[in-house]
């Protein structure tokens, strides 16, 4: 027991001082983001103000030249010849201010908008960190254990023994959210998800068969699948219902012929035979190409050839928080094919594209 409880104390140290760094990079973060909006608070100001002292000035310039027309006239009010009063007094009682006068672009919503809106960030930053709190407390039931401890009066030795154990429940949680990408098939098979095709986005030379995880190229001339919003109308490509957001796994095995194993967001366009609808070959997709040619992996139109053990079965492992996507080759080995590293602004969905008729491709059952 006692080689456990030191281990476990220097587990607890290293997990603490983890935390404090990340907190510590969390608070910086929070910092930046505060002088940047008091940056943009002074400019504002500065705006302002500079707009204000420019009409100051005007008005001093209009005040001066007011005063200097008063004393004519004040003088001129005591002449005698009556032409040169009438000349000069039509000189002197023209208009003197500019229809151009500068003023003050007021925004008095700009504080309050604001104001408002740092507001909502530390409303959504609250409600972010004590849903992250309420994951993180209840793994391994480390909640259970840290309430015993707080609420039940122990002896000190026992107290002790319940610190130990807290700590281990603290390390244990802290590695699995913070645990390492998976290194073989049984820990990525951890990950896994039940996916099923959705029928309203394949186009209509496609089949589904066996639960919606089957897809295969067909004869489109009785086409049974009604016209969908979601479907895809030119190339032979099909979504998933399922949207990932978190770290999953999942196989997709072809049948001959040439196989694209994608990812996509949900708004990637169906209409036309263009890019833009094509896995792989825009912004909104990322994929493999499996064919007898070999590996090809595609995003926003650029490929790169893909070296690897050939196979008709391919791994994709998404952590998407982690903003990694990786392809494996899956036999009775795996091997990494292909990894993306890349910000995930949105839900991924897996999705697979056949290359030719009678071909098919399918998800299959981990």
Not at 285 to 296: A, M
């Amino acid at each position: 027991f006692s080689s456990l409880f030191v281990s476990e104390q220097h587990s607890a140290q290293a997990a603490v001082e983890d935390s404090d760094r990340i907190f510590t990079e969390l608070i910086h973060s929070i910092e930046r983001r505060c002088s940047e909006v008091k940056e943009l608070i002074r400019d504002q100001e500065k705006a302002q103000v500079s707009q204000a002292d420019g009409l100051l000035e005007h008005l001093e310039q209009e005040i001066t030249e007011l005063r200097r027309r008063n004393a004519e006239l004040e003088q001129l009010s005591h002449t005698e010849d009556h032409i040169h009063f009438l000349q000069s007094y039509l000189s002197l009682s023209s208009p003197s201010v500019s229809s151009d006068s500068p003023s003050i672009d007021k925004r008095p919503q700009f504080l309050g908008d604001m104001k408002m809106a740092v507001s909502d960030v530390r409303e959504k930053l609250e409600d972010f960190l004590k849903g992250e709190w309420i994951k993180i407390s209840t793994i391994g039931g480390f909640k259970v254990i840290l309430t015993q401890y707080i609420r039940t009066p122990t002896s000190d030795h026992v107290q002790h023994d319940m610190l130990i154990i807290f700590c281990i429940f603290v390390v244990n949680s802290v590695n699995e959210v913070l645990s390492p990408e998976p290194k073989n098939r049984e820990h990525f098979l951890q990950y896994s998800c039940q996916l099923t095709l959705d029928p309203n986005t394949a186009q209509k030379s496609l089949s589904l068969s066996e639960g919606n995880r089957k897809v295969t190229v067909v004869n489109a001339v009785n086409d049974p699948n009604p016209d969908h919003p979601d479907r895809f109308t030119d190339w032979w490509q099909v979504l998933c219902r399922e949207g990932l957001s978190g770290r999953c796994y999942w196989e997709v095995e072809g049948h001959h012929g040439t196989v694209f194993t994608a990812v996509s967001y949900k708004d990637i366009s169906r209409i036309r035979m263009v890019n833009d609808s094509r896995f792989g070959y825009n912004d909104k997709s990322w994929g493999l190409e499996c064919s007898s040619n070999g590996y090809r992996f595609r995003h926003n139109n650029i490929e790169t050839k893909v070296s690897g053990p050939q196979s008709s079965r391919v791994g994709v492992y998404l952590d998407h928080k982690a903003g990694t996507l990786s392809f494996y080759s899956v036999s009775d080995t795996m091997t990494l094919l292909h990894t993306v590293e890349t910000t995930f602004t949105k839900p991924l969905y897996p999705g697979i594209w056949v290359g030719y008729k009678n071909e098919s491709a399918v998800l299959c059952k981990l």
